[in-house]
């Protein structure tokens, strides 16, 4: 994937430091995130993916597994759509794509970051019931966290 798509997985992860921090310079080095998606697609394929829509890649989709306070959570890197398909409940198709991926990992809850100035992507998160847990990082983002039942009648939108 990466090969083919290198140019597509930058621009979208780098798009979204501009949208949540205003520039790119918090990125680092293109190699070494070229690098660790490939080490994280190799230990969870089916949480990282370029999501295509008739011809057009239009997100990215970063979901892995990791020890955080001595438990393993999900933890989202990424959920990025392209500005033209945000607001249309596209996101929420790859929350639920995520909720599941971590259901299958059978962990209680998932974690991500976000950029206070991202008032959309804190929004969102809260409507989907994510609740903020504490700021990291002197401030310039929020770790908010999502719980899991794993009574599937009940994780079903």
């Known amino acids: 994937m990466l090969m083919k ?3 597509k997985v930058i621009a979208f992860r780098k798009d979204s ?4 921090f205003g520039d790119t310079s918090g990125f680092g080095d293109e190699e ?3 690098r660790w998606l490939e080490e994280k697609k190799h230990a969870f394929p089916a949480g990282f993916m370029l999501v295509r829509e008739n011809d ?7 979901l892995s597994i990791k020890e955080y306070n001595g438990e393993s959570i999900g933890y989202i890197h ?6 033209e398909k945000r607001g249309q409940g596209k996101g929420l198709e790859l929350y639920q794509y995520a909720k599941q991926f971590f259901l299958q990992y059978k962990v209680a809850s998932y974690d991500l970051r976000v950029s206070p100035s991202n008032t959309a992507a804190v929004n969102f998160y809260r ?3 994510m609740d903020p847990i504490k700021t990291e990082f ?3 983002v929020i770790r908010m966290r999502g719980m899991l039942s794993h009574d599937r009648d009940t ?3």
């Open 138 to 140: 002197d401030g310039k």
């Open 17 to 20: 430091f501009r949208v949540s």
């Open 127 to 129: 409507k989907i019931g």
């Open 56 to 62: 057009a890649y239009i997100g990215q989709l970063e």
């Open 32 to 34: 070494d995130y070229l």
């Open 5 to 7: 798509h290198q140019a």
């Open 78 to 83: 990424l959920l990025y759509l392209v500005p």
């Open 155 to 157: 994780d079903l939108v």
